[in-house]
């Protein structure tokens, strides 16, 4: 597990990424899978959540995950009773209850933690290519906003995710972050005539354009084996037909 710096200053909440390490499932979902969408056995999923759960400490029963669409919707959580089993199409998570772990699953992805110590509120957000593009960091941000947060005050982590070295992206790729805005250009390069564009700059580029200077990413690649994450990309081109996902989380405790 992985700990951000920034997010340690505060005793008040409780937070982690996670890699492949530490769980129960077997052959390629070694071993801390906590995808509940791939083919890993169900039981053994919940029981590396329920192992994320323990270090987190949080009952099991109050981790809340989405069914994540690479989309700009976004869900707070008032109510426990009002969320829990029900499937929550959303690609972030914001709640200010007490005792509540918010997850996000991601396998390339980057996941981003969000806390703000003065109105107390959490939130995680899944940012994958779409999901940035499409302005989910600012929904959640803005709606931080609209329940008193001062931005000054917002703390926001980028997690583990695949470094621009690799990834590859085709030309229609490039073409719509241009055609959103001609300064996205600076977040690709080429090499050997193949074109790379990197999520996590681009990512805290856009929380900086919100207003935010509290940022930190954990430089930690996902496609890299030695970084021991899972990752969708490497899957693919390894020709294996799927992949576990990684879990990061963050509670008010």
């Avoid at 070694?30 to 890993?40: A, M, P």
């Avoid at 029981?47 to 869900?75: A, E, G, P, R, Y």
Wanted: glycine share 8%; proline share 1%.
């Amino acid at each position: 597990m992985i700990k951000s710096k920034k997010l340690l200053k505060f005793n008040e909440i409780s937070h982690g990424f996670f890699g492949r390490n530490g769980g129960f499932s077997t052959g390629i979902y070694k071993s801390l899978n906590c995808g509940t969408g791939s083919r890993d056995n169900k039981n053994i999923v919940r029981k590396n959540l329920n192992l994320v759960c323990k270090k987190i400490k949080c009952n099991k029963n109050k981790l809340i995950l989405m069914n994540q669409t690479h989309s700009d919707n976004f869900k707070f959580v008032g109510s426990l009773k009002k969320t829990r089993g029900k499937k929550i199409n959303s690609d972030a998570l914001i709640t200010n209850l007490k005792g509540i772990c918010l997850g996000v699953l991601t396998a390339d992805c980057a996941p981003i933690l969000i806390y703000d110590k003065n109105i107390k509120m959490i939130s995680v957000i899944h940012a994958g290519w779409k999901g940035a593009l499409g302005g989910i960091i600012k929904k959640v941000i803005f709606y931080f906003k609209k329940k008193g947060s001062n931005f000054r005050n917002i703390n926001a982590v980028i997690g583990p995710c695949i470094s621009k070295k690799n990834y590859e992206v085709k030309k229609d790729f490039v073409t719509k972050f241009i055609k959103k805005d001609k300064k996205n250009r600076k977040f690709f390069s080429k090499k050997n005539y193949k074109t790379y564009f990197s999520l996590n700059s681009y990512i805290k580029h856009e929380i900086i354009r919100l207003g935010i200077k509290n940022i930190e990413i954990i430089n930690r690649d996902t496609y890299n084996s030695k970084n021991n994450f899972f990752s969708a990309r490497k899957s693919i081109k390894n020709k294996v037909n799927d992949y576990g996902r990684n879990i990061s989380v963050i509670m008010i405790n």
